[in-house]
């Protein structure tokens, strides 16, 4: 979730920062996060947002050829040397509940490992890129251990590779995916053992290559802020389809937690102002836009509602406020942060001023 305050609970916690764009790196840094702490990802980073990262002295996690040669053109123009991560598909893919490995995987980002030979080669040639580590990441939301344990040992392998090309490597970035708790099927494991078994896997494989342990990394995003936030909606209307279901209409939806509709994400809700009466109704929790697939919860079990009952969704922290939009024209809610007894705004509601401050109509549409 980048926006000013989260950057800067982050940086004040002394963690670095993943960002995908000028305007998350330009966040970061506003956020007080110091560059070489910020680390520059994406598929399709633009000449401009390079420069703009390199200016800053951020990292940059090389995803393919063409933003090398762009790093090397930017770099040779400046007195920089620029360190860069280098991200690799290692054909592990995992879905909550699902694991496969397979030699390649299809996936847009990162470089094939079958590419990892010449891309050491060409790194071993560059004056002003420095190659400090690897980068993998295989998914989200994930709750096996294995994943993480296989890809451990594929890590250290490209480690190795890079070793014996002369690289100065020293880092191994095993990525994101520890899950969190959605609803209650969901059983996440600890950071702690997340944290143990990634660690003992890579020790083991370094133990078994007879490299030198490396600096470690992980991105943690949704298991670091998204249990921390709720959602907070006012209940309005509702319908009943006999012998179907019950409809309970919100102020919100898709607009702001696009994760249903995209991809079929599950959450639980409570009512704020009854946490403490039964949860005796079986409702469907539909969000407020002009699309039926609009539904935040199907078959939410809660209390009794009325009209004005404040409906809390858990664990909306991670991938909710930075997936936003303006669809159907509603305006994005205020973000509160809440701590020890202080509570402050985060991100200001938006109102319809807002919503129209890039609308421009030409001469000829004005009546
Ligand atoms: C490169 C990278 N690292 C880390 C993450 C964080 O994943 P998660 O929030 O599932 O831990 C993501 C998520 O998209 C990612 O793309």
């Known amino acids: 979730w980048s926006c000013l305050a989260v950057c800067a609970i982050a940086g004040s916690e002394d963690l670095g920062i993943d960002v995908v764009s ?63 991560m280098i991200r690799l598909t290692p054909g592990i893919e995992c879905h909550t509940h699902e694991y496969i490995r397979t030699g390649h995987l299809d996936s847009k980002f990162g470089f094939d490992p079958n590419q990892l030979d010449e891309v050491f080669t060409w790194l071993s040639k560059q004056t002003q890129i420095t190659c400090i580590g690897v980068h993998a990441h295989i998914g989200s939301q994930i709750f096996e251990q294995q994943p993480h344990q296989d890809l451990a040992g594929v890590m250290v392998e490209w480690y190795k590779l890079a070793l014996s090309h002369g690289l100065p490597i020293s880092e191994i970035n095993v990525g994101g995916g520890l899950g969190i708790k959605y609803t209650e099927a969901d059983d996440p494991q600890s950071i702690d053992a997340w944290v143990k078994n990634v660690a003992t896997a890579l020790k083991v494989a370094c133990d078994a290559h007879g490299v030198a342990y490396p600096r470690v990394l992980s991105e943690p995003g949704r298991s670091l802020i998204g249990s921390s936030c709720v959602t907070a909606y006012t209940v309005g209307g509702n319908k009943t389809v006999p012998g179907i279901r019950t409809y309970i209409s919100i102020d919100g939806g898709m607009s702001d937690n696009p994760r249903p509709i995209t991809y079929q994400s599950q959450y639980r809700a409570m009512i704020a102002n009854k946490m403490s009466a039964p949860m005796t109704e079986t409702v469907t929790i539909a969000g407020k836009h002009c699309e039926s697939g609009d539904i935040l919860i199907k078959d939410a079990q809660i209390a009794a509602t009325v009209p004005g009952d404040i409906l809390v969704v858990p664990a909306t922290g991670a991938y909710n406020y930075s997936m936003s939009s303006n669809y159907n024209r509603i305006t994005r809610p205020a973000a509160v942060l809440v701590d020890r007894g202080e509570a402050n705004i985060i991100i200001q509601r938006e109102n319809y001023d807002d919503l129209l401050r890039f609308d421009r109509l030409p001469e000829r549409l004005v009546k």
């Not at 390199?54 to 996690?61: E, M, Q």
């Not at 063409?66 to 053109?73: K, S, V, Y």
């Open 22 to 84: 000028g305007g998350e790196i330009l966040t970061a840094i506003k956020a007080g996060v110091s560059a070489e702490k910020i680390y520059f990802h994406g598929n399709n980073k633009s000449v401009a947002e390079l420069e703009l990262a390199i200016s800053k002295n951020c990292r940059i996690i090389a995803d393919n050829w063409l933003e090398l040669e762009h790093i090397a053109t930017i770099a040779s123009n400046t007195d920089k040397n620029v360190p860069v």
